[in-house]
C-alpha cells in the first residue's frame, strides 16, 4: 500500500525531499527525537457501548528532554479527559483518566541544533513505561499503578518515516478487587511527507488486551491522516495540525468501530 501511494505521488511530480537536511516533521513522528512539543488531542469514538454513542477524548500531551552526557532522555507526559458513556444508561460521565508517562533513552544528536546532517537514518529510543490511576472516577481509571517497557525504531530517510513505537505495561499494585493490566500497544509508523509542510500517515495505534478473552483481546485500526504543517518565515515554533479517520477493523465487543482524531502540535 506504502509503495503505491509513493508510486503514485511521484508520477504526479511530487517532491520528497525536504531543501533543508532537517524535517520537522520527521522529529514530531519520532517519538525518540530530542525536541520539545506540546499536544492538544481530540478523538471521537463513534457507535461506542450499549446505546451506540460518542466516546469523547480530549488529551493534553507534553514532550520534553534531558540531556545525557551520552545522549538525551525524552519524555512523554498525558493527561485525558474523557466523557464516558455509561454502560447501562443513556448518558455520560465527564472526568479526567490516567496519568501516562513514556521515557526513551536514545543516543541521536537533535539536528535542530546542528549545522551538519545526521546521515544515519535509523532512528531508536527505549525506556521505562509508567500509568498512575488519576481517573477521577472508577469508570475513567484502572485504579491500577502499571510500569513496563517503551521500545521505538524508525528507519528515515528523506520524505518518510517507517517503523514503530511498541510499549508493553503491567500492574504491579492497586485497588485489589479491580481487573490487573497487561497492555501491549503498537504504534505502527508509516509517514509520507509531500513538497515541504504536507504528511499523509496510514494506520494507528493497534491495542492488545492479554487480560480478555480472545475474541475482544485486540483493537486492530486503519485509516489515514493527513498532516500540514505552518510555519512562516523558518520560525523556531511552528504549528502542525492533523485530521484523520480510522476504522477498527477487528474490536472488542461493544466498542467503537471507527473514530475521527483532531490535534495541533506546537513546536517549543
Not at 4 to 15: E, P
Not at 53 to 75: C, M, P, T
Not at 152 to 179: C, E, N, V
Amino acid at each position: 500500500m506504502v509503495v503505491i501511494v509513493v508510486l503514485l505521488l511521484s508520477i504526479f511530480g511530487v517532491s520528497f525531499q525536504p531543501k533543508s537536511h532537517y524535517d520537522l516533521r520527521q522529529s514530531l513522528d519520532n517519538p525518540a527525537a530530542p525536541e520539545q512539543v506540546l499536544m492538544i488531542d481530540f478523538q471521537s469514538n463513534q457507535n461506542f457501548g450499549n446505546y451506540n454513542r460518542s466516546q469523547d477524548i480530549f488529551a493534553i500531551k507534553q514532550n520534553y528532554y534531558s540531556s545525557l552526557q551520552e545522549g538525551y532522555l525524552v519524555h512523554h507526559l498525558q493527561l485525558p479527559f474523557i466523557s464516558q458513556p455509561l454502560p447501562n444508561e443513556n448518558s455520560s460521565l465527564f472526568g479526567f483518566g490516567d496519568f501516562d508517562y513514556r521515557g526513551y533513552f536514545t543516543l541521536q544528536k537533535s539536528e535542530l541544533h546542528s549545522n551538519l546532517p545526521n546521515q544515519n537514518h535509523w532512528r531508536w529510543g527505549v525506556g521505562p513505561a509508567f500509568e498512575i490511576p488519576t481517573g477521577s472516577d472508577p469508570q475513567l481509571s484502572t485504579k491500577k499503578w502499571s510500569a513496563g517497557l517503551a521500545v521505538s525504531l524508525i528507519y528515515q530517510p528523506p520524505g518518510m518515516s517507517l517503523g514503530g513505537d511498541i510499549s508493553q505495561k503491567w500492574s504491579f499494585a492497586g485497588q485489589s478487587d479491580r481487573a490487573d493490566v497487561n497492555l501491549t500497544e503498537v504504534d505502527p509508523i508509516v509517514k509520507i511527507y509531500i513538497g515541504e509542510k504536507t504528511t499523509i500517515g496510514l494506520l494507528d495505534t493497534i491495542k492488545v488486551d492479554w487480560t480478555q478473552e480472545a475474541k475482544n483481546r485486540w483493537t486492530l485500526p486503519m485509516g489515514i491522516e493527513f498532516g500540514q504543517l505552518i510555519q512562516r518565515n523558518h520560525e523556531r515554533s511552528p504549528t502542525n495540525l492533523r485530521f484523520g479517520l480510522f476504522s477498527n477493523v477487528v474490536r472488542p465487543d461493544k466498542s467503537s468501530d471507527w473514530y475521527w482524531r483532531f490535534s495541533i502540535q506546537f513546536a517549543q
